[in-house]
T-cell receptor, first 114, second 110 residues
Framework: EAGVTQFPSHSVIEKGQTVTLRCDPI?????LYWYRRVMGKEIKFLLH????????ESGMPNNRFLAERTGGTYSTLKVQPAELEDSGVYFC????????????FGPGTRLTVL | GQNIDQPTEMTATEGAIVQINCTYQ??????LFWYQQHAGEAPTFLSY????GLEEKGRFSSFLSRSKGYSYLLLKELQMKDSASYLC???????????FGAGTQVVVTP
């Protein structure tokens, strides 16, 4: 069974540019989560999809971040325009069920904004 | 506020035992997870506790006391490959959103 995959693995962009991160969850997993780790801090929740619907986006920092999951399969997270403080590692995770089910994480996308 | 605290770093010798403590103060509780993360890789699931007590899985065990807001991860017969960051994470609702501690870097020395 293929795991959660993320693309790209690394992205270096300049302040003001746009970047789109992609996550492919494990096939059949309805739940997809985005998290972020800023240097020196803990991993923090960004948002949660159930199939194609946003169930919880309380962790999204501001309206420069837009997440989509059209068709309930892969998801994209777009940052536009990127700011210096957006640098960090963006993780995606998926699970079949909810609270008690294991979330399987992707390797993350390391975003550097210069 | 909500806090999940764990030590920053622990060092132990190959073959030894290490216990990583995690204390939490959250507005709700629906389970506690431990993940292992090697540098540059995905966090991988180690254990899940929702009821008080000890869960044993091979060389790794995890304990939970909900009344004390406390958990620990016990790593036995340490191997060099166990050098990694260990993340304590709590889910506070039925939707599975995880709140993480900052992670404990375990260094295993020969």
């Amino acid at each position: 069974e293929a795991g959660v995959t993320q693309f790209p693995s690394h992205s270096v962009i300049e302040k003001g540019q746009t970047v789109t991160l992609r996550c492919d969850p494990i096939s059949g997993h309805d739940n997809l989560y985005w998290y972020r780790r800023v240097m020196g801090k803990e991993i923090k929740f960004l948002l949660h999809f159930v199939k194609e619907s946003k169930q919880d986006e309380s962790g999204m920092p501001n309206n420069r971040f837009l997440a989509e999951r059209t068709g309930g399969t892969y998801s994209t997270l777009k940052v536009q325009p990127a700011e210096l403080e957006d640098s960090g590692v963006y993780f995606c995770a998926s699970s079949q069920s909810l609270a008690g089910d294991t979330q399987y994480f992707g390797p993350g996308t390391r975003l550097t904004v210069l | 506020g909500q806090n999940i605290d764990q030590p920053t770093e622990m060092t132990a010798t190959e073959g030894a035992i290490v216990q990583i403590n995690c204390t939490y103060q959250t507005s709700g509780f629906n389970g506690l997870f431990w993940y292992q993360q090697h540098a540059g890789e995905a966090p991988t699931f180690l254990s899940y506790n929702v009821l008080d007590g000890l869960e044993e899985k091979g060389r790794f065990s995890s304990f939970l006391s909900r009344s004390k807001g406390y958990s620990y991860l016990l790593l036995k017969e340490l191997q060099m490959k166990d050098s990694a960051s260990y993340l304590c994470a709590v889910t506070t609702d039925s939707w599975g959103k995880l709140q993480f501690g900052a992670g404990t870097q375990v260094v295993v020395t020969p």
